[in-house]
C-alpha cells in the first residue's frame, strides 16, 4: 500500500478549479475554496508543486506521523461506486468497466453488453452492484446510459462475471429518460431485498412530477427486474418520484431510507437535499426546493442552502449518520439527523464519487478525472481512511 500524504488541492489551484466548473455544479454563487486541511493526524506538509507532478507534492515520510489515508488502487478512470466482496473490492468506471482490487493489486475486467455505453457528460457505466449471492451467482446489477434511436437513455441490466470479465445475462429495464446531465444511476438492495434505482430527470424538471416517466425517480423492484406486487403505484417502478438528480441511497438500521440528491442549477443553486424517503412521496421537483412547501409534497429533513456540495455516494454508519461524499463540495460529509448537523470529515482530496464502510473503515473513491477536477497524476484513487 502506498502511505497517502500528498495533498491534491493547493489554494492557488482552487481558482482554475471552480473556473473549469460546468453545467449544473458552476453556477453556485456562495461556493467559497475548500480548505486544505487535513485531519488533525495527517502527514502535514504544504504543497509546493503543480497539479499532475505528484513528485514534487510528496512530503517526506516519518515513522511517527500516520498518514490520514492509504490508497489502494490508483489511475482509476471515472470511478463511480465501490462495492465489497469480502476482502476484494470491485469498482466501476464510468467509460464502461469495471476494476477489481485485491491486496493493491488491480484488474481492469472488461463488461460485455448488449447495447454500448454512451459515455458523454455525466452519462455512461454508472451504477455496478454485486448480487446479494454473488458468491455463488456470480452476478452484479449494472445502470447504465445508452443511445437509441437519437434518444439518449438509460438501462438496469443483469451481469455475470466469467472469468475476468463481466457479460450481460439480461436487460431488466430500459427506455429510462436520459441526457447529458442529471442521469441519477445509483443502485442499492433494500433491506426488503429489493432492487431500488435512482434516476435523474433528464434534464426536463417536468419528468419528476410525471408518473408515467422513469425520469426523476427512486424506482424499486425485485431482484430479477419485476414491479413488486406491493409498490406504491399499480404495476409501476415508480417508488417515490418528483426528484431532480438522487445519486445517494442508504437505509438506517431501523430501516428508514434516506436519499441525497442535487438542489437547482443557476440561481439560487445550491439546496442540496437529504431526504427521508417514503414509498409513493413526491420530494417536489421541479415545483419546489429548499424550505419550500406545497400540499402533497415533501420538503427535504436538510438543505445546503445557498452552498452546493453536489452530493453523490452515501452510506449510514452504525449509529444512524449518513456519510456523504461530495463532488463540488470535495469533500466527505457526515450529517447526523439526530443533531440536524452538517459537518466535514475529510477533505483535501478532490472530488469524492462514493462512501462505503466495512468492518468500521470508510472508504472513499476520488472523482478528479471526470473532466469537472483537476487530476493529480495518479488519479483517481480508492482510498482507507485511518483512524
Ligand atoms: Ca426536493
Same mark, same amino acid.
Given at each position: ?37 487535513? &485531519? ?17 507534492? /510528496? ?16 489511475? *482509476? !478512470? ?37 447495447? &454500448? ?20 451467482? !456470480? ?33 431488466? *429495464? ?5 441526457? @447529458? ?9 433494500? +433491506?426488503?431485498?429489493?432492487? #431500488? ?10 419528468? @419528476? ?5 422513469? @425520469? ?15 409498490? +406504491?403505484?399499480?404495476?409501476? #417502478? ?10 445517494? *441511497? ?17 440561481? +439560487? ?16 421537483? &421541479? ?12 420538503? &427535504? ?6 452552498? @452546493? ?18 463532488? *463540488? ?7 447526523? +439527523? ?8 475529510? /477533505?483535501?482530496?478532490? !472530488? ?28 483517481? !484513487? ?6
Amino acid at each position: 500500500m502506498l502511505k497517502g500524504s500528498k495533498k491534491a488541492a493547493a489554494v492557488l489551484m482552487l481558482t482554475v478549479w471552480i473556473g473549469a466548473m460546468t453545467a449544473c455544479e458552476q453556477n453556485e454563487p456562495s461556493v467559497t475554496a475548500p480548505a486544505v486541511n487535513s &485531519p488533525s493526524n495527517a502527514t502535514s506538509n504544504p504543497p509546493s508543486g503543480t497539479a499532475g507532478n505528484s513528485e514534487t507534492t /510528496e512530503p517526506a515520510e516519518t515513522a511517527e506521523t500516520e498518514a490520514a489515508y492509504e490508497v489502494l488502487a490508483e489511475r *482509476l !478512470r471515472v470511478p463511480w461506486v465501490i462495492e465489497f466482496d469480502g476482502d476484494t473490492i470491485y469498482t466501476s468506471e464510468r467509460e464502461g468497466g469495471v476494476v477489481k482490487v485485491v491486496n493493491g493489486e488491480t484488474t481492469r475486467q472488461s463488461v460485455h453488453l448488449a447495447k &454500448p455505453v454512451h459515455g458523454r457528460g455525466e452519462g455512461g457505466f454508472l451504477g455496478f452492484l454485486l448480487a446479494p449471492d454473488f458468491a455463488q451467482s !456470480r452476478n452484479a446489477y449494472a445502470y447504465h446510459t445508452y443511445r437509441e434511436n437519437g434518444k439518449i437513455l438509460n438501462r438496469v441490466v443483469l451481469l455475470k462475471q466469467n472469468g475476468n470479465q463481466w457479460d450481460e445475462v439480461q436487460a431488466l *429495464l430500459e427506455g429510462i429518460p436520459g441526457a @447529458a446531465n442529471h442521469d441519477g444511476g445509483r443502485m442499492a438492495i433494500g +433491506p426488503d431485498n429489493q432492487l #431500488y434505482v435512482t434516476t435523474g430527470d433528464a434534464q426536463q424538471g417536468e419528468l @419528476a412530477q410525471d408518473l408515467n416517466s422513469l @425520469a426523476g425517480k427512486i424506482l424499486r423492484m425485485t431482484l430479477d427486474g419485476k414491479v413488486p406486487s406491493d409498490n +406504491p403505484f399499480p404495476d409501476s #417502478y415508480v417508488y417515490s418520484y418528483g426528484h431532480r438528480n438522487p445519486q445517494g *441511497l442508504d437505509w438506517d438500521s431501523e430501516g428508514v431510507m434516506y436519499n441525497t440528491e442535487h438542489g437547482p442549477s443557476g440561481t +439560487p443553486g445550491g439546496h442540496d437535499e437529504i431526504n427521508i424517503i417514503k414509498p409513493g412521496g413526491n420530494y417536489g421537483w &421541479p415545483d419546489i426546493y429548499g424550505d419550500a412547501e406545497k400540499a402533497g409534497m415533501i420538503t &427535504p429533513i436538510y438543505h445546503t442552502g445557498e452552498k @452546493a456540495i453536489a452530493p453523490s455516494g452515501m452510506t449510514i454508519d452504525d449509529n444512524n449518520r449518513l456519510l456523504i461524499a461530495t463532488l *463540488l463540495g470535495s469533500a466527505l460529509y457526515r450529517y447526523d +439527523p439526530a443533531a440536524d448537523e452538517l459537518s466535514v470529515v475529510f /477533505e483535501g482530496e478532490g !472530488r469524492l464519487r462514493d462512501v462505503k464502510i466495512k468492518d468500521g473503515k470508510i472508504y472513499v473513491i476520488t472523482n478528479n478525472t471526470d473532466g469537472r477536477g483537476i487530476p493529480a497524476e495518479n488519479d483517481d !484513487r480508492l482510498l482507507v481512511l485511518n483512524g
